[in-house]
């Protein structure tokens, strides 16, 4: 998978396997709760993820969801020692592959180690511009575009309503109509 976004060579494959661990949780599990540092990257293999960040009201709210094959931690405290604004949540699924901070800091004199940061980052980027537009649309276009992008039948309603800052019982009405004009798609 990782091949896709960025070529490695045999060196870097060999050296990369030797660092990565299986995890499997259960959903519920917490990977990273504030203010916690950040001392692991994971590669989701099967499993949703939320990130949760504290509103200015001190609230919760859902400003992440990972999908099986991303690969999440909080950048700034994996790569600057900051603590964490992230709390990472499974949704569901169990299985991934984890690197430690540690080993993955060994993997710097490879290229790619450099490449591939650049490319989780500018995911990252890209993933958050496309939040903050998002925001700025109606109701039902804000459940239309999320649809697009991710599975919302798979996601509890909780999870999209909080995403899309709508109150849950909005989200779900928005969603029984999204679902009802998309039932052949």
């Known amino acids: 998978m990782l091949y896709n976004w960025v070529p490695f060579s045999v060196s870097f494959r ?6 990565l661990f299986i995890q499997q949780e259960n959903p519920k599990a ?14 989701s293999a099967n499993c949703f993820i939320a990130g949760y960040a504290y509103n200015e009201s001190g609230n919760l709210n859902v ?29 569901k699924g169990e299985d991934l592959l984890y690197i430690k901070k540690e080993d993955f800091n060994s993997l710097k004199p490879f290229p790619e180690t450099f490449d591939l940061v650049q490319f989780v980052m500018l995911m ?13 649309l109606k ?5 239309q575009h ?9 996601l ?24 009802r004009n998309n039932r052949n798609t």
């Open 146 to 154: 999320f649809a697009q992008r991710y599975p919302i039948n798979l």
């Open 30 to 43: 917490v990977f990273l709760d504030p203010p916690d540092y950040a001392i692991r990257a994971w590669f």
């Open 156 to 179: 509890p309603n909780h999870i999209g309503a909080s995403f899309l800052q709508m109150t849950p019982s909005r989200y779900c009405a928005e969603k029984a109509v999204y679902n």
């Open 14 to 19: 060999v050296a990369l396997k030797e660092l």
């Open 63 to 91: 400003v992440r969801i990972y999908m099986p094959n991303d690969i999440f931690t909080d950048l700034t405290s994996f790569f600057q020692n900051k603590p964490t604004k992230l709390k990472l949540v499974v949704i």
């Open 124 to 136: 990252e980027q890209e993933i958050e511009a496309w939040r903050v537009w998002i925001m700025t």
């Open 139 to 143: 109701d039902e276009q804000k459940v």
